[in-house]
C-alpha cells in the first residue's frame, strides 16, 4: 500500500519561502511520476507541479512557474515542493499524489493514483 505524508506547511509572509516534503511509502519510489496540487478555501483543488519517473522532467501551473521548484530525492523517497516568492494567493492545502503514469503532462486529479492529507500553507500580505 502506497502512503504519501507531507510536511514543511506554515505560516509566512509575502515575499518568504516554504519548503514542502511529501515522504512516500510503498512500492518503488522510482516507478511513480509525483505532482503537488493545492485547493484553496472555496476553491477547486488545482495543479501546481509535477514530475516524472526516471529522467524526472518537470511540470508547472503558470501561476507558480519561476517561483516554485519541485524535486525528487529517489534515495530518500522523497518530493519536495520550494516555494519562493511567496504571495497571498498561494494560501491553500497543499496535496503531494503519485502517479503510475510514467508519458504526458500530468496535471489532472484522475492521473493520480495515490494521495497525501494535504499540509496548510498559509502566505499573509
Known amino acids: 500500500q502506497v502512503q504519501l505524508v507531507e510536511s514543511g506547511g506554515g505560516l509566512v509572509q509575502a515575499g518568504g519561502s516554504l519548503r514542502l516534503s511529501c515522504a512516500y511509502s510503498g512500492h518503488t519510489f522510482s516507478s511513480y511520476s509525483m505532482g503537488w496540487f493545492r485547493q484553496a478555501p472555496g476553491k477547486e483543488r488545482e495543479f501546481v507541479a509535477s514530475?516524472?519517473?526516471?529522467?524526472?522532467?518537470?511540470y508547472y501551473a503558470d501561476s507558480v512557474k519561476g517561483r516554485f521548484t519541485i524535486s525528487r530525492d529517489n534515495a530518500k523517497n522523497t518530493v519536495y515542493l520550494q516555494m519562493n516568492s511567496l504571495k497571498p494567493e498561494d494560501t491553500a492545502v497543499y496535496y503531494c499524489?503519485?502517479?503510475?503514469?510514467?508519458?504526458?503532462?500530468?496535471?489532472?486529479?484522475?492521473?493520480?493514483?495515490?494521495w497525501g492529507q494535504g499540509t496548510q500553507v498559509t502566505v499573509s500580505s
Open positions: 514530475i516524472a519517473w526516471g529522467i524526472s522532467s518537470t
Open positions: 499524489a503519485a502517479s503510475r503514469l510514467r508519458t504526458g503532462v500530468l496535471k489532472t486529479q484522475t492521473q493520480y493514483d495515490y
